[in-house]
């Protein structure tokens, strides 16, 4: 990774007074520029630099370039420093070597790091008004309203003032000028206190203190180490894992903790205040570019200590991270695979490394991958076997469908609908749980057989009944659900077939009546706050029933949710994946872990038309063992991840024989290599989205081959693609669609 590192060795000559500058595009090679005259510029340094007819912000990458003796006098000058820290070298040493690794365009790599938006200017003032003279000569009913309000003497903030009081600017201006009221500037926001290390310490089990102590023994070392914070769900890695953060908060350095799911963290943050007596600092796609400015300087500064993020989060310049927890390690969602295809994960270990920090991964369900790392002793292993508190892990049975079957057009057995309504009476909560999203995911006509499909992609529509609509999950297109076939127009003839969260409700409104029932699926969510509001009502236990998609599975603590009801517990198993059943496995364990964390005994009712699959036969003896020795087996006997390597190469284009043809001439010309087999093209899964047909690649590798050099080799040699035909690059694929 030292590749492209600054060329410190070269002698210290004077300066040619030229830098090499990286520049957020899709490109790999820097340009070179001419320092001005009073501007001193080093590696890492950030500036604005003409390129083309715009000009763009970027890294200096390297100084004392030498470009060619030709151009010299061709260069343009740097046109300004930015009065921001430089981005330190092992930023960027993070960005070459995710470049080179994922085959992503460097300039698109460092893009993540520059996220502080485009310059807003400095900070208006905000304008305040207190009440300070006798009232006006001429009272008014608004004049009332809005002294009545300031009564206090406090200094108001002026436009929520009057919108509170209901009055106009005018009358606000008319008590200025008759002295009543003056207006101020408003204090600028504080800088929120830093968060205490101390201030509210809990007392650790017998089994946590020795976790904790291993948490502490790390931040405090400080050098590269990575640990496995591997414990069930409900143990407490959260507290625990929060004493390596105080540790490292009490070096005086920053800690970044990685989520899979920023919407999801209220809770979260809520917790992290109650141990620490203020929030972190968060940082994730939703935030107002404002608020992104200023977190963005927050962090460079090193004025954040803690920083709760989503996966970009990992591309920010700290001015000096000592500690990343990746919470959830083993979550999908760490996969990005829209621009660069990274793993957040994989990479905040690398970051880690280029840092020589230490970094933790919490789960209660590890990735085989880092549990094969565990076992094989590269990575330590903390562990947390037992609940907190004494609370009992989950109970967990199969129904077999094939025998206990629900009725007719329903998706509930009996068996199953008894148990709720158990908990319902004793004021319990039960959580439905199906990982589809909508009504029903597919509907047709009884009359001709005639199916909704997506005109622009290979995949039936959606019946979303929320939203009254027909929607395709891959593109987005949607349409109001008609009430006559389009293929032979007959009338009420469209029937739902299959269930999805929305008609599961609709189920269980009919099967309990009286039951409060709640739904919550990632389609549903209109924004941050509206989330947070609706997991805090069933936190606080206003829901008896909650019926959703996998957004309920993650790391919720609802206390009185004893029953977790898997609809169709078979669903994921079927899909092709070579990580079906390590995911179906921890999705399963996951949701049903959020039963029982509180008070009495959690149960878990698995609907399955195949109990005796190994996943299942693991759920049900709660043996986690069994579950990672055959998956570890079946690994290494196929040569799968962590065994062997994998990358796949997705080629779409508008038109099936394009695609298709570029393919084969990719296969053709792949590099013979005895240790690298290249699979394909066959047509992917989904073969059709957004109207461009997709052929995959996959090249399966042993694992000490360097599969990046090998695509990179391969790739440089292959024609360039013209006009609408793109070729993606996926190291490391978590998805086969
Ligand atoms: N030492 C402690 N003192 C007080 N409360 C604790 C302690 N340890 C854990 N808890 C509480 O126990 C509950 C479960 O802990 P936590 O959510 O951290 O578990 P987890 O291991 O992260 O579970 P999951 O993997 O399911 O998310 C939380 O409400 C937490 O506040
Ligand atoms: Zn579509």
Known sequence: MDDHSPRASSPPTS?????????????????????????????GDVVCVPLGPREVVGVVWAENAKPEPRLHNRLKDVSEKLDVPPLKGELRALVDWVSNYTLSARGMVLRMCLRMGEDLGPERVRMGMRLVGPPPQRMTPARRRLIELLSDGLLHGKSEAAKEAGV???????????????????????VPPAPDPSYAVPEFSRQQRTAVDGMRALAANGTFHVALLDGVTGSGKTEVYFEAVAETIRRGKQSLILMPEIALTGQFLDRFARRFGVRPLEWHSELTPRTRQRNWAAIASGEAPVV??????????????????????????????????????????????????PVVLASATPSVETEVNARKGRYQRIALPSRFGGQHMPHIEAIDLRREAPPRGRFISPRLAEQIRFAVERREQALLFLNRRGYAPLTLCRACGHRFACTICDAWLVDHRFRQRLVCHHCGFSMPRPHACPNCAAEESLVAVGPGVERLQEEAAQLF??????????????????????????????????????????GHHFPRLNLVGVVDADLGLSNGDPRAAERTW????????????????????????????????????????????????????????????LAGLIVSAGDRPTAEGFARKLAAIAPIDERIKVLGPAEAPLAVIKGRYRFRLLVKSLRNVDVSEYLREWLGAAPKTKGNLKLEVDVDPQSFL
């Open 15 to 43: 300066s040619t007074g030229i830098v090499d500058v990286l520049v957020p595009v899709a490109l790999d090679h820097t340009y070179s520029y001419r320092v001005p005259r009073g501007v001193e510029l080093k590696a």
């Open 168 to 190: 106009s600017a005018g009358v606000v201006d008319g008590l200025v000028d008759e002295g009543t009221l003056t207006v101020e500037a408003m204090p600028k926001p504080l």
């Open 308 to 357: 709760v993020g989503a996966r970009s989060a990992l591309f920010m310049p700290y001015a000096d991270l000592g500690l990343i927890v990746v919470d959830e390690e083993h979550e999908q969602a760490y996969k990005q695979d829209d621009g660069a295809h990274y793993h957040a994960r994989d990479m905040a270990v690398v970051r880690a490394h280029v840092a020589k920090i």
């Open 513 to 554: 009546p009286d039951a409060r029932t709640m739904v919550l699926s990632s389609d549903l969510i209109t924004s941050i706050e509206t989330m947070r509001s609706e997991l805090n009502e069933i936190a606080e236990g206003r829901v008896d029933i909650i019926i959703g998609t996998q957004l309920v599975a993650k």
């Open 586 to 645: 921890q999705l399963l364990n996951q949701v049903i872990g959020r039963a029982g964390r509180d008070q009495g005994r959690g149960v878990g009712y698995l609907q399955t038309h195949q109990p005796e699959h190994p996943v299942m036969k693991a759920l049900v003896a709660c043996d986690r063992e069994a579950f990672y020795a055959s998956e570890i087996e079946m690994r290494e006997k196929t040569g799968y991840p962590p065994f062997g390597r």
